[in-house]
């Protein structure tokens, strides 16, 4: 999965675009309700503004990244890095069992799931376990106390953290670390 970015807020756009020419995409979102012209409306908002994901390898994906005739305001998401003081970038790639996790954590449409694109401490020495019941079950990560409730969260290294909303003890069973 890598992580791609648009800008202004047309992810959506992209996303439309990438799904009509068969590309395997995700763009996480969540139900909120706006007033309108003194009306009030259901409308679904990106949970991560600008960005978005999309299956595939870096070549098939170029050829939609790079296509300045359609989508001029797509681009990888890119994960910067230090050799020697020379900076060197490379597009973000996310994990298969990070993004099930992720996807798992993002469809449950919990109102009390909470996104920083900071890494939350908590998760390094938290034990790894596996969701089994309720609105997140089969999502993998670790164990954490954050707003003083139990959650579980996933990292994805260098782009966000997400956590779950409460999940009782009961619903949680170890895994060993991979």
């Not at 590309?23 to 503004?49: A, D």
């Not at 999502?139 to 003083?148: E, H, L, N, S, T």
Request: hydrophobic residues 35%; charged residues 25%; positive net charge.
């Amino acid at each position: 999965w890598y992580a791609l970015r648009t800008t202004y807020g047309r992810e959506k756009k992209a996303y439309e675009y990438l799904l009509e020419q068969g590309v395997k995409v995700f763009y996480p979102t969540i139900k909120t309700v706006k007033v309108i012209k003194g009306k009030r409306k259901i409308v679904y908002v990106s949970r991560l503004p600008n960005i978005f994901f999309a299956y595939g390898t870096e070549r098939e994906l170029s050829t939609y990244v790079f296509d300045n005739t359609h989508l001029p305001f797509l681009r990888f998401y890119y994960r910067y890095y230090y050799v020697r003081r020379v900076m060197y970038k490379t597009p973000m790639i996310v994990p298969d069992n990070q993004m099930k996790t992720f996807r798992i954590i993002c469809q449950a449409e919990s109102p009390d799931t909470y996104v920083t694109p900071d890494c939350i401490h908590l998760f390094e020495r938290g034990q790894r376990v596996r969701v089994t019941e309720g609105m997140f079950a089969g999502a993998v990560g670790r164990v954490a106390r954050f707003k003083r409730q139990q959650r579980v969260g996933v990292y994805i290294d260098g782009l966000l953290t997400m956590v779950t909303a409460y999940v009782p003890s009961s619903y949680l069973q170890p895994i060993d670390e991979e």
